[in-house]
């Protein structure tokens, strides 16, 4: 009876931890399902939002600072022309009437106009107001003085020039005389490069300006090349071909996904061009992600502990149940099989004690004889 026991331990044991473990695992799909598939949904739902909500910030971020760069170009540009079109080629190219006019742009808009100067139909600069000595510099083979011959007035891209400095021009030209003449000013670099610099958001987050041949027009935040920028070629891609800002997400040459976000200037001569880190921009959305990823671990690890615990309790109090009907049982045939030997010993008794008593009885009556 012992080795039977033995030999039914194990099995029992088996189907036990099988019951337990079947039942661990119901627990765990029924209550992990419904929680991974509603969370899947509010976080694809929540990224998208958040998604859009960056985008439409950025895009809101670069179209101010392109209608607050290209105000800066007209009302530049509107300064000129008015001196242009308000005092004639005698006056202008009077150089201490010029100064004067030169300090009077100082005092009104501070150190945003470096110099300025009237250049001849010839491209020779008749009278200058400025630091540099470019009195009677020669534009002739200039590109922008070629450009602003023919225009009513031009706005160079930024070069640097006979002063190796990078600048940029803004010229004038003036027909109501008897011969032609173009005003030019200078714009100070570093005054406008300043429009682009406090474009900053996040860590990596920064704006520039390109022209149409991909050439920097401000100084880069980071060390970039031209060619690194996925621009113009980007441009035709992303969006609506026809909207003034558009946005773009694409790898750089080194594999890490940026998003870039692209404005025209300066009747579409230029292009504002703010580019940031995906990782950078979706900083939040990402420690959200981690967060949620987080409750949902410790979730689950409770969960899948609490199914465990559970099943492996219910299935003990199982067990335990099981084992003590097992010894009822037992005890029961124990008792039923020690009544059948009492019953057994009672009959023998009785089969016994009735010869006995008959053998008493004769020797009783032999010991009367007797």
């Known amino acids: 009876r012992g080795n039977l026991r033995t030999m039914k331990e194990p099995t029992r044991n088996g189907y036990y931890r099988s019951r337990s473990r079947k039942m661990a695992l119901t627990i765990i799909a029924v209550s992990l ?69 030169l300090a009077q742009l100082l005092r009104e808009y501070g150190p945003i106009f470096v110099d300025l100067g009237v250049v001849s139909s010839e491209g020779i600069q008749t009278a200058y107001a400025g630091p540099f000595p470019l009195e009677r510099a020669d534009y002739s083979r200039t590109d922008w003085f070629n450009e602003a011959r023919r225009r009513e007035y031009f706005i160079s891209d930024v070069f640097l020039g006979i002063r190796k400095l990078p600048h940029f021009i803004i010229a004038v030209r003036n027909t109501a005389s008897d011969h032609s003449w173009i005003l030019r000013a200078t714009i100070n670099f570093q005054a406008f490069n300043h429009l682009v610099e406090e474009i900053r958001i996040g860590e990596t987050g920064f704006a520039f300006i390109l022209n149409r041949t991909g050439a920097f027009q401000t ?127 009672a009959g023998i008794a009785h089969e016994i004690n009735n010869p006995v008593a008959i053998m008493v009885e004769e020797a009783g009556w032999i010991e009367d004889l007797l």
């Open 33 to 101: 399902t419904p929680m991974l598939l509603i969370s899947g949904i509010i976080l694809y739902q929540f990224r998208n939002a958040y998604e859009e909500k960056v985008d439409a910030h950025l895009l809101e971020v670069v179209e101010k600072h392109r209608q607050s760069i290209d105000t800066f170009l007209q009302d530049k540009l509107a300064d000129i022309r008015m001196l242009a079109t308000s005092h004639d080629y005698e006056e202008l190219i009077d150089e201490a009437y010029l100064k004067n006019l």
């Open 219 to 345: 100084r880069p935040f980071e060390d970039i090349k031209p060619d690194e920028v996925p621009y113009p070629e980007l441009l035709g891609k992303g969006g609506d071909p026809h909207a003034e800002t558009r946005i773009v997400k694409s790898p750089d040459g080194a594999g890490v996904r940026k998003i870039y976000v692209a404005a025209y200037l300066k009747e579409e001569a230029w292009v504002l061009v703010y580019q940031q880190n995906v990782a950078d921009a979706f900083s939040q959305l990402n420690r959200a992600h981690r967060a949620a990823m987080t409750i949902l671990l410790l979730g689950g690890f409770g969960i899948v502990s609490t199914a465990l615990f559970v099943s492996r309790r219910i299935f003990q109090r199982f067990e335990r149940s099981d084992q003590e009907k097992e010894m009822m049982s037992e005890q029961m045939v124990q008792t039923g099989k020690l009544a059948s030997v009492g019953e057994l010993a």
